[in-house]
């Protein structure tokens, strides 16, 4: 296989303009490119191949040059093998980290926002964030009492073929990188299991003097979706400090929100292992949710406190002053996790003293206020829910099964991609156009068809529209306080006892 002089000019351009190089540097970028590609040379006369588009961005020309080596049969035709050359080409248009580093914040001293954006840039530029993949993704909202919610299909991850399962079903996991979110994935190569990471940039931060890494989400759900990292592989934890780092960030870049997922199993995200944070520029559902009920504490006098009109159970604090509300934060997730009101069938501790509450916080910056959202939860399970007490219970689980995590919490479905294909046919029998065995959504579809005179013309708006009240029911099922007179009036006890204490 020889490449075409176009486009490795073009792709040498690119890697002079953004990355570490510079002019002398053109034949060196041109030769890296042919041993990573294990290609044999140049074709001088060679036009831009008639398949690409008149003005291929880097990715454009690799996605090109990775499927003429796989046509060649000079590269391993698996998704993973791929994504390593990916990676290891487009890591020749990415500064080094240090460069990266040092441009971001000479870019802060003007604004934090062009810091992010310029850090943005490159990292979809060099497919670190993956737009095209995104894009795959269906996104609608639905309107419910509680405000728009927001649903996500997920669709962006590509599916590993056969071959790759096989092999990644042989090859022994590795102790290095620990996991996906430790800082020694920068520049990873990558392998069968475990993501080509060489075109991976991460910024130092410091928050409250604790060295954290700040990155992009390859996947993400959100503008700008963003993971801050701790530097040592340590298990997620939520306690005072996790406020001081997360305002911390608020004053480093107030133009992004930034939560964490929970820290105890049933409840937390899916990686506790790393503690981390994520965050981003979207306003989220939950962020424009209905103040109700507010009220304030005796013990932070200055400090504005209110119940959200929301599924799940939320104390939102607002303060000018940082550090007040950093107490006052603390002092409600203190006092939640001791709490207990078996009423409602919410318990602080196991008979063996294991802890079941925690929170799923949320800080931003608005109005010239620091805002903290306390978002209670309760990780008990019973007969009756295996799962979790306050998880989505079985009637909704063929929609959504897996953990409420941060970004649900705040009002965006992220629902399998399994869901596209089954949705179609949830469709198609509505429209008795086949008569399928629905399995998990049968019993919906069926109640669909007594409650809607469904039509060609309707039919995606109703099933949109019922998906989106699935889930506002997964989000009713993990609050701790149910949207009853019952679990309003023991919510408000809660609540006064903040008040007094
Ligand atoms: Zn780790």
């Given at each position: 296989m020889l490449l075409e002089q176009p486009l490795i000019e073009r792709f040498v351009a690119y890697a002079i303009k953004h990355g570490d190089?510079?002019?002398?540097d053109s034949v060196y970028i041109q030769n890296r490119v042919l041993a990573i590609l294990n290609a044999e040379g140049i074709?001088?006369?060679?036009?831009?191949?008639?398949?690409?588009?008149?003005?291929?961005?880097p990715n454009d020309i690799t996605q090109y040059w990775i499927q003429q080596a796989v046509n060649h049969h000079?590269?391993?035709?698996?998704l993973y093998n791929k994504e390593i050359i990916e990676a290891q080409i487009l890591d020749l248009i990415t500064p080094r980290p240090s460069a990266i580093n040092k441009q971001f914040f000479e870019a802060y001293k003007a604004a934090p926002n062009e810091a992010t954006d310029y850090f943005y840039e490159i990292s979809k530029l060099n497919h670190y964030v993956k737009e095209d993949a995104i894009a795959n993704n269906i996104n609608y909202e639905v309107m419910t009492e509680y405000g728009n919610i927001e649903v996500t299909i997920n669709l962006s991850k590509p599916e590993k073929d056969a071959k790759q399962i096989a092999l990644a079903k042989e090859a022994k996991s590795s102790e290095?990188?620990?996991?996906?979110?430790?800082?020694?994935?920068?520049g990873y190569k990558g392998s069968v299991l475990q993501a080509a990471r060489t075109n991976h940039r991460i910024i130092r931060i410091t928050l409250d003097d604790e060295h954290f890494g700040f990155q992009y989400s390859?996947?993400?759900?959100?503008?700008?979706h963003s993971i801050v990292l701790s530097e040592k592989h340590e298990p997620m934890k939520i306690n005072r400090q996790t406020f001081i780092n997360l305002l911390a960030f608020i004053d480093q870049f107030p133009h992004y929100f930034i939560g964490s997922n929970a820290d105890?199993?049933?409840?937390?995200?899916?990686?506790?292992?790393h503690n981390h944070y994520q965050t981003g520029k979207h306003t989220f559902p939950m962020d424009n949710a209905k103040e109700i009920d507010n009220f304030k504490m005796e013990r932070f006098p200055s400090v504005k406190a209110s119940i959200l009109k929301w599924p799940m159970s939320v104390i939102r604090l607002k303060d000018s002053n940082k550090d007040t509300l950093i107490e006052a934060a603390t002092y409600v997730m203190d006092c939640w996790n001791h709490?207990?009101?078996?009423?409602?069938?919410?318990?602080?501790?196991?008979?063996?003293?294991e802890r079941h509450h925690t929170i799923t916080p949320i800080a931003r910056y608005r109005n010239s206020l620091y805002e903290v959202d306390i978002v209670l939860r309760d990780n008990q399970t019973s007969d009756?829910?295996?799962?979790?007490?306050?998880?989505?219970h079985q009637d909704v689980q063929h929609i959504k099964k897996e953990n409420i995590g941060l970004i649900e919490v705040m009002g965006t479905a992220i629902l399998p991609g399994r869901l596209k294909r089954e949705l179609q046919d949830v469709k198609d029998y509505l429209l008795d156009e086949a008569i399928t065995d629905?399995?998990?959504h049968q019993s919906w579809a069926d109640s669909m068809k007594d409650n809607y005179i469904v039509t060609k013309s309707n039919v995606d708006e109703i099933v949109d529209k019922e998906v989106g009240y699935k889930f506002k029911r997964v989000l009713e099922d993990a609050?701790?306080?149910?949207?009853?007179v019952e679990g309003q009036n023991a919510f408000k006890r809660f609540v006064q006892k903040l008040k007094n204490d």
């Open positions: 190089f510079e002019k002398e074709e001088y006369n060679a036009a831009l191949p008639n398949n690409i588009n008149n003005n291929p961005s000079i590269i391993e035709d698996t290095y990188p620990q996991c996906a979110l430790c800082i020694e994935n920068e390859p996947y993400a759900y959100f503008q700008e105890i199993p049933v409840v937390g995200g899916s990686i506790l292992s709490y207990s009101d078996e009423t409602v069938q919410v318990k602080a501790f196991s008979d063996k003293g009756e829910y295996p799962d979790g007490i306050f998880h989505p629905l399995g998990i609050g701790v306080f149910k949207q009853t």
